[in-house]
């Protein structure tokens, strides 16, 4: 009797202690996922399979490619870019993503985001507008179904998910023409996206598969949602800010419609010589927990290669030669530790304890204690701000352009102060970004000088010295070193020019003025 007993203490305190365990461990999203943004910053395939292989390992099962020019469509040669895939290439991602457990979707943006394809004036009757080429005209419909059909049709082709990303987001220019000027009159700017939006969405269902979209203009006009299919799945994309900031957030979370979260890793206003990183954490912190307590199935970490603007190059008034994304960030291959981060955040039901990550990270990745761990994140954390039109961001209140040079410089320092005993390759690239937001933050010094109104010409001199010394510190052989096997050399080379033209065409012009 006394051995059952025990026998049974000992069941119920096994029994207590998995109840223990499980309580802490978060309630699995069904869909664990990343976005990857190929508009720029093609990666290599080896590249892309090791990525994937990285997410594997994570725990993550869904992965969002947004190939965008990238793609091999078969009945639409001009759309694919020099960097496309191959159909065969294509394949055998999917095939290999399948073959770890992890679900490709496919993105194809169907109606703003969509310069890629209305530059070319095979489909200038789709444009919304004859000089910005963002964005379908939502009244064009059978030609627009027409396109459409045909480009999923492809994608579902090479792709075996059971779900279509169609876009759908940040749709500036709705209501822009008279078409949908008139429209927007009789019915409002919901029922114009709603309508159209419909369309997409049916036509994805009525090719078998559930399509995907993001939230942001559903929920800026509830009446958008009206007859859309239940299939339907949202995505609610929130990089830190308030839950109504797009609209009612209570109108798409009581639609009855499958909600999936977005955090972001890299997204406005990261740029070249900028990243964000103690906000993306915090976005991390405060919004998977969040999204667990509103019911949403599953989470989506979407990582930006450029802002999704573009400027123009043309040729005559009604031609284009070409289109140059406005604002590039550092490639994905630089944030490995967010990417950790974000996998640590989904294992638990808490938020994620952003010191503690740190601090087990940098001593597991790089082998630093507690005190160089320190170091480490008061460096990548310092001198978050923005520079625009010669001023400093509003919420960096007196802070100067110089103190944040002299702010950059100490960040630089600290970096080369630690040695990381291992992965020092993956280390090397918080040096180069140190490297390149001191560069900038040097010559916006000079720039922002030559832009004051007591500027004096005797100041040329020392200025031609700071621009002379900026070139001469080349960084370029080091960004093509560490992104070498991430990025093809002709889009390494692009960003390098990229990087440093303000510095070149800075450095002919005060040049000149010299010798006048």
Same mark, same amino acid.
């Given at each position: 009797m006394m051995m059952k007993k025990y026998v049974l203490i000992t069941v119920l305190l096994v029994f207590g202690c998995m109840l223990s365990l499980r309580a802490q461990q978060a309630p699995d999203f069904a869909v664990r996922g990343f976005h990857l943004d190929l508009r720029v910053q093609v990666m290599k395939m080896p590249a892309l399979k090791k990525f994937a292989k990285q997410l594997h390992d994570g725990g993550m099962n869904t992965l969002i490619m947004e190939w965008e020019a990238t793609y091999p469509f078969e009945n639409h040669p001009l759309i694919p870019n020099q960097f496309a895939y191959t159909r065969e290439e294509v394949k055998e991602f999917v095939d290999y993503c399948e073959k770890l457990g992890i679900d490709v979707i496919p993105l194809q943006q169907s109606f703003g985001h969509v310069e890629y394809i209305l530059r070319h004036y095979r489909y200038k009757n789709l =444009?919304? $507008?004859? !000089? $910005? @080429?963002?964005?379908?005209?939502p009244l064009r419909e059978e030609e627009a179904k027409a396109l459409f059909k045909d480009l999923y049709t492809d994608m579902i082709s090479t792709h075996h998910s059971d779900y279509v990303h169609i876009g759908g987001d940040e749709t500036y220019l709705l209501g822009h023409s008279k078409e949908s000027q008139a429209k927007v009159a009789a019915v409002g700017k919901g029922r114009l996206y709603g309508d159209y939006i419909k369309l997409l969405c049916q036509l994805v269902v009525d090719l078998g598969k559930k399509p995907v979209l993001w939230a942001d203009i559903a929920m800026k006009y509830p009446d958008a949602l009206e007859g859309i299919p239940k299939e339907t799945v949202f995505i609610d994309w929130n990089y830190g800010w308030d839950v109504n900031m797009f609209g009612k957030h209570s109108n798409l979370l009581n639609a009855g419609y499958e909600i999936w979260g977005a955090p972001s890793l890299r997204s406005h206003p990261d740029n070249y010589f900028l990243t964000q990183w103690e906000k993306h954490f915090k976005n991390i912190h405060d919004f998977i927990p969040q999204a667990r307590d509103f019911g949403y199935k599953g989470m989506i970490m979407t990582s930006w290669s450029t802002s999704? %603007? @573009?400027?123009?190059?043309?040729?005559s008034p009604k031609d284009l030669v070409d289109l140059y994304p406005i604002r590039r960030v550092y490639p994905l291959s630089g944030f490995n530790i967010l990417i950790a981060a974000y996998v640590e955040a989904l294992r638990s039901t808490k938020g994620l304890d952003i010191q503690a990550f740190i601090s087990n990270y940098a001593k597991r990745q790089y082998g630093f204690n507690a005190k160089e761990t320190v170091k480490f994140w008061d460096a990548l954390k310092a001198n978050p701000y923005e520079i625009n039109q010669g001023l400093v961001s509003a919420n960096a209140t007196g802070v100067t352009v110089t103190q944040m040079k002299d702010?950059? $410089?100490?960040? %630089?320092r600290q970096f080369k102060e630690l040695t990381p005993k291992k992965n020092k390759e993956e280390y090397a690239h918080y040096i180069l970004m140190s490297q390149i937001r001191l =560069? @900038? %933050? !040097?010559y916006m010094e000079v720039e922002m000088r030559l832009n004051a109104p007591d500027f004096s010409a005797t100041e040329l001199p020392k200025m031609k010295q700071v621009i002379k010394e900026l070139l001469a510190e080349n960084l370029d052989e080091t960004f093509k070193k560490l992104n070498t096997a991430w990025m093809y050399d002709a889009e390494i080379a692009q960003e390098n020019e990229l990087r440093n033209s303000k510095i070149v065409l800075l450095d002919a012009r005060i040049n000149r003025l010299g010798k006048q």
């Open positions: =444009r919304e $507008d004859q !000089k $910005d @080429y963002s964005q379908i005209n999704g %603007l @573009y400027g123009s190059t043309w040729e702010s950059a $410089d100490w960040v %630089l =560069r @900038y %933050l !040097k």
